[in-house]
């Protein structure tokens, strides 16, 4: 199990999602949480307690060089408070980027997933180089489900690096919308708008009760570039989540709790209705506007039924 403060942030069986714009410092909080895996106990404000059947951890990085991946697992082991000049033993570290096929890239993930005996946890650091379009909705549904898939019959949890929009803080393309509708949790990595040598992390979906948000500094320890916690960081307000990125789960709730005992509601309503248990589930309220949106999306998703002339009930055995 990981978790961020008291918060469950991953299982064995699922999958979660670690996301953020460019030089928003993704690998190293990700860094931190291989860390707290490695020792089945704290680094940063991650928490790993992994059985020992499942300690062992798969890190695969898509992007960067060799030289750039050797950084990375020395930051690793210096976090968790290991030698650096020896080879973990609960830690396999591999980089894919001289290998050219994306289908050979997930052929190499999945058998090791299924031939290394006790893994309990896999790192994706750059998911998007397993999918040839990621605006290709069938490529989407193919990658997320065999993520699904391989958490699901190894009873391993995979943790995924993915990358923001520039313009905005939307997940990319049909990825990124599959990515976060299915994850058990969505961390999202930002630089602080305040101050620049300051990385937020803070709960952009989650299914369980969201952690606190809390932040890190890249500081040198022998060389090697490692993030602290900054214990001078306080919490603002809680980031916006667009409706599109919520989970399958924030949906059913927010629904369940907005049509109460009614099999049918009203648009006019349902909108007051909508905006009440949406706010109630995200802490954030939707404007008029974009509750309109919502509600197109979930007749979209089938999630809600329209049946005649301004008349919506809840589907409530739609499955994702």
Known sequence: MLQAGKAIIGTLDNFSVSTGKAKAQKTFNVSAIVAAAL???????????????????????TEQSPHHCQLVLQ??????????DQEPEYLKFSHLRAIA????????????IYHTP??????IDGIRDLIHDINSSTEATKLVGDLMQWTGEQNIHIQTVFLLNKGDDNA???????????AKSVLLIARDNADADRSIVSPAI????AFQPFAFRLSED???CLPKLDGDYTAQHPQVVAYQELSYEVHHQALQEAFGKDTELGYGDLLVRLSTAYSAETGHTYRQTKLKELLHFLLRKEIIIKEGRGRYHFNSDHHH
């Open 118 to 123: 006790d893994v309990g946890l896999v790192v």
């Open 172 to 182: 990319r393309g049909h990825i990124g919308t599959e990515l976060n509708y299915k």
């Open 75 to 84: 930051r690793i082991l210096k976090l968790a408070g290991l030698p650096i």
């Open 206 to 209: 989650i299914r369980s009760k």
């Open 101 to 112: 096929g994306l289908n050979q890239r997930r052929a190499i993930i999945r058998y090791a």
């Open 222 to 224: 022998e060389g090697i």
């Open 39 to 61: 020792v089945n106990g704290q680094v940063l404000d991650y928490r790993a307690s992994f059985p020992e059947s499942k300690r062992t951890i798969l890190y695969y990085d």
